[in-house]
């Protein structure tokens, strides 16, 4: 990102201290977060313009709810951004049974507004399968 555009304020959450460690020693981050995201998490909220997360909403990581701690951390007319693979919507049932539902609730409470909800090919590795985009706008 820093070579595409000059975005400086930019923060890192990662649970496993290893990966963070690496992130450190290449000056990734503004600040450095060693902790899981879940409902709650603890971080202040309205601080963010653009919440990013790709790969996360995996069995045993993240649960659906994280969509609502999401939209609490960005601000009025920032985005939430989640790049998963497709797979995973149907196979974990976490996900079959709650994340359209959340997606849905906070819409319907208009806290957010649904930008994209689409697949697109060639997730995580070239030829490895189907990817999903989501793309809010807190309200």
Same mark, same amino acid.
């Given at each position: 990102?820093?070579?595409?555009? %000059?975005?400086?304020?930019?923060?890192?959450?990662? %649970?496993?201290?290893?990966?963070?460690?690496?992130?450190?020693?290449?000056?990734?981050?503004?600040?450095?977060?060693?902790?899981?995201?879940?409902?709650?998490?603890?971080?202040?909220?309205?601080?963010?313009?653009?919440?990013? @997360?790709?790969? @996360?909403?995996?069995?045993?990581?993240?649960?659906?709810? !994280?969509?609502?701690?999401? !939209?609490?951390?960005?601000?009025?007319?920032?985005?939430?951004?989640?790049?998963?693979?497709?797979?995973?919507?149907?196979?974990?049932?976490?996900?079959?049974?709650?994340?359209?539902? @959340?997606?849905?609730?906070?819409?319907?409470?208009?806290?957010?507004?649904?930008?994209?909800?689409? @697949?697109? %090919?060639?997730?995580?590795?070239?030829?490895?399968?189907?990817?999903?985009?989501?793309?809010?706008?807190?309200?």
């Amino acid at each position: 990102m820093q070579k595409l555009a %000059p975005y400086h304020n930019v923060d890192g959450l990662e %649970p496993a201290k290893g990966m963070l460690e690496i992130a450190k020693h290449k000056g990734l981050y503004k600040n450095y977060l060693n902790q899981f995201m879940f409902l709650n998490s603890g971080l202040e909220y309205d601080q963010y313009d653009v919440v990013v @997360t790709a790969g @996360t909403f995996i069995a045993g990581h993240l649960k659906s709810d !994280c969509l609502e701690e999401f !939209c609490s951390l960005v601000k009025s007319g920032g985005y939430v951004i989640v790049s998963m693979g497709d797979r995973y919507m149907k196979m974990v049932e976490e996900y079959r049974q709650n994340m359209r539902s @959340t997606i849905e609730r906070l819409e319907s409470q208009g806290r957010w507004k649904v930008i994209k909800d689409e @697949t697109f %090919p060639n997730y995580f590795k070239v030829g490895s399968g189907v990817g999903r985009l989501f793309v809010f706008r807190k309200l």
